[in-house]
């Protein structure tokens, strides 16, 4: 019932009738199947807009501090000749993912999502829930169930290329013994994404400048209408551009105003002392606020866009000079 989980084979004994030896058998199991998605991205109350990579919700680009919300999706199986049945949710996370306390719900058909306690491991990386027997003679065969939970992306998430989170289910394969089958593992995927420089002498790129100092922003646009002030008018709506400057505060990136922004220097290298972490996509910008001695910083900001192409899930780094691909 799974081209995914094809190996995995229901049998029916079956004794003819010789009187009636044409009959019709029908298996009395099947072979549950499941599904694991990203549904969205989050930073704090903000839904992030197209956050998800791909449109099967594979994977996400999602910066540090920021929330994502997962989706396990199975169905009630057939309990036809079925004394008690396992059928136990499991998942594991990387280091760099954090779940949310008191984030995870079952939805069963068309009922309500209702909160539900699953049981953590001690380093609260994975989990598991089974739903009781009992509980599950309730549901009609095929009924869609949907465990719902989320996580935040903490600073562990900087020491790994991307995070992932496998799901698989167990369930009873057999109603005379107490075997159990496992589905095929399910992967979801979390890119966060730090910046470096290399700072180089504009006539001989080998020779490595330390000493330069930079900012990164952002620009935020907000809209305002303010109504007519007399009978007969037309409202007005003003469009404003901010600049919102990077800090890593708390374990996670903030935007503060430009006095409060972080100051990335390079080093003997060329390269940034301390990179910028845990970005997502979107456009920023990357001014030299100070010059190595002897030289001149450039007049403009260097614009950078972070974008994806759901192609070949790449993340693409596109600058005026250089891009490069993750």
């Known amino acids: 019932t799974d081209p995914a989980n094809s190996d995995k084979e229901v049998v029916s004994t079956v004794i003819l009738d010789n009187a009636a ?30 956050a998800v990579l791909d449109t099967a919700g594979q994977a996400a680009v999602a910066k540090v501090g920021s929330t994502v919300s997962y989706e396990l999706d199975s169905v009630a199986p057939d309990l036809t000749g079925y004394s008690n049945y396992t059928f136990t949710f499991k998942d594991q996370l990387t280091g760099g993912l954090d779940y949310v306390s008191g984030s995870f719900k079952l939805k069963v058909g068309s009922g309500e999502a209702t909160m ?21 003679q309730t549901y009609a065969k095929g009924d869609a169930i949907v465990l719902t939970y989320d996580c935040t992306v903490n600073s562990s998430a900087l020491s790994y290329d991307y995070e992932n989170n ?31 420089v290399l700072k180089v002498d ?14 990164l922003y952002r620009e935020v646009t907000s809209t305002t209408t303010t109504s007519a002030a007399e009978e007969g008018g037309e409202d007005t709506t003003t469009t404003t551009t901010t600049k919102e400057y990077y800090k890593w505060a708390d374990n996670k990136v903030t935007w503060v105003t430009e006095e409060n922004a972080d100051v990335f220097t390079t080093g003997e290298a060329g390269n940034l002392t301390q990179q910028v972490r845990g970005l997502d996509k979107g456009i920023y910008y990357l001014v030299e606020t100070k010059a190595p001695t002897g030289y001149n910083a450039p007049k403009d900001p260097i614009a950078i866009s972070i974008s994806v192409n759901e192609a070949d899930n790449k993340v693409t780094y596109r600058s005026e000079e250089h891009t490069s691909e993750l």
Do not use: H, R
Not at 202 to 215: M, Q, R, V
């Open 21 to 50: 030896p044409t009959v019709t058998v029908n298996p009395k199991a099947s072979v549950p199947t499941l599904n694991k998605k990203i549904t969205g991205v989050a930073e704090g109350t903000a839904v992030v807009d197209g």
């Open 116 to 136: 539900i306690s699953p049981t953590m491991s001690d380093d609260g990386k994975s989990f598991s829930y089974t739903i009781p027997f009992a509980t599950l």
């Open 166 to 196: 496998t799901a698989k289910l167990e369930y009873s394969k057999n109603p005379y013994t107490t075997d159990t089958n496992e589905t095929p593992e399910k992967k979801t995927y979390v890119i966060d994404i730090n910046l470096d």
């Open 202 to 215: 504009g006539t001989d790129n080998t020779k490595k400048l330390s000493g330069a100092e930079f900012k």
